[in-house]
């Protein structure tokens, strides 16, 4: 269920500005709009960082583990995870998850992608895969996704335009002082709380990325660069790679393509309401669909409906309905959006 974040459409409900900033924020952001701007504008000048991210959807570790086999970066979906990062400039970054016994890389150079996987010995080279719209918050396309710049720009392209926004002082991140854009649905039926997106003071950059659900004080995710973020341009070599003796080398599409992998869905909805759908008639949809009615049988309570019958799942911020003519929907929404999007 790895995709990306789909752009909305609508109109701003509304912007605030709240706290004190300390004098030593350089940016000159005064609106939740200008600090907006100032994040899609590619950064300039170059940095790199450890960063340590918390996952938590709040799925059954049995759905987590199948996802982990059907989707792009499913691994990503549950735990923590340490990551390092480099910036060039737009068209130059690296990501590397970096366990204690293997490390993955995603090397972008230019309009190339390299994939590096040490435990499998595989590099996939590939063309930069084009965006993908998605369903909030199951936006991993690749660990790129995880990286807070990447992932607050995703964000605010996707429920940007149909949030309440705040912008507010916020604690130091990384040691550095920042500014907290703070944006919230304007629609009930999201179980989304708030997305937290603290931006550095000085430089521009997202430092950190919380989203929050409504059940629970601590976030579904939270991405954090540590206190190594260092503001100098990483040397070019960081974004080439070479596969090593013995690597078994593939071509073709990038496994964060989600066409590559998720052929079959589709998306319902848009903005904050946006859910993803498999069919059953499909060689993916269906091997989730059954694998998704086994895993909740003893889980999930079983619902019906003038849409038909099936099953249902509710965690603090994702809700997934099994229906029994096959279809799978899942997305940050209460039960009865997504029994408006069965067909």
Same mark, same amino acid.
């Given at each position: ?34 600090? +907006? ?30 996802? @982990? ?58 063309? +930069? ?31 940007? $335009? ?19 854009? +703070? *944006? ?9 709380? =708030? ?7 000085? =430089?521009? +950059? ?61 998306? *319902? ?19 989730? @669909? ?13 619902? $019906?409906? $003038? ?17 029994? =003519? ?16 069965? $067909?």
């Amino acid at each position: 269920m790895s995709i990306a974040l789909i752009v909305a459409a609508g109109v701003l409900v509304s912007t605030s500005v709240s706290g004190v900033f300390r004098a030593d924020s350089a940016l000159p952001v005064t609106s939740p709009a200008q600090l +907006v701007d100032e994040l899609r504008t590619p950064h300039v000048g170059g940095y790199s960082g450890t960063i340590d991210a918390q996952v938590d959807l709040g799925l059954p570790r049995q759905i987590s583990a199948a996802l @982990a086999v059907a989707a792009p970066a499913g691994t990503l979906l549950r735990g923590s995870h340490r990551l390092r990062y480099w910036y060039g400039d737009a068209d130059h970054q690296r990501v590397a998850v970096v366990s204690d016994t293997s490390e993955q890389d995603t090397f972008r150079n230019a309009t190339q992608l390299w994939q590096w996987d040490t435990a499998t010995g595989i590099a996939r080279h590939s063309p +930069v895969p084009a965006d993908v719209d998605g369903a909030l918050p199951l936006a991993l396309q690749s660990a790129t996704a995880l990286a807070p710049p990447e992932l607050a720009v995703q964000l605010i392209n996707a429920v940007g $335009k149909t949030s309440d926004m705040a912008l507010r002082s916020g604690d130091p991140v990384a040691g550095r002082p920042i500014y907290q854009l +703070v *944006l919230s649905p304007d629609t009930s039926a999201s179980r989304i709380a =708030e997305i937290d997106i603290d931006v550095d003071g000085r =430089e521009g +950059v997202p430092l950190r990325v919380r989203i929050y659900p409504l059940d629970g004080a601590q976030p579904a995710l939270d991405v954090s660069f540590e206190d190594d973020i260092n503001f100098v341009a990483p040397d070019s070599r960081n974004f080439q790679f070479s596969p090593p003796a013995g690597a078994q080398v593939r071509t073709g599409s990038a496994v964060g393509s989600y066409s590559a992998v998720l052929n079959g869905v589709t998306l *319902l909805g848009s903005g904050w309401r946006t859910v993803a759908s498999y069919r059953s008639g499909l060689a993916t949809g269906r091997n989730l @669909a059954h694998i998704a009615r086994t895993l909740l049988t003893g889980q999930a309570q079983q619902v $019906k409906g $003038k849409w038909g019958r099936g099953r249902l799942l509710v965690t603090p911020i994702v809700t997934v309905l099994i229906t029994t =003519e096959g279809q799978v929907l899942a997305g940050p929404v209460t039960p009865g959006a997504l029994y408006d999007l069965v $067909k």
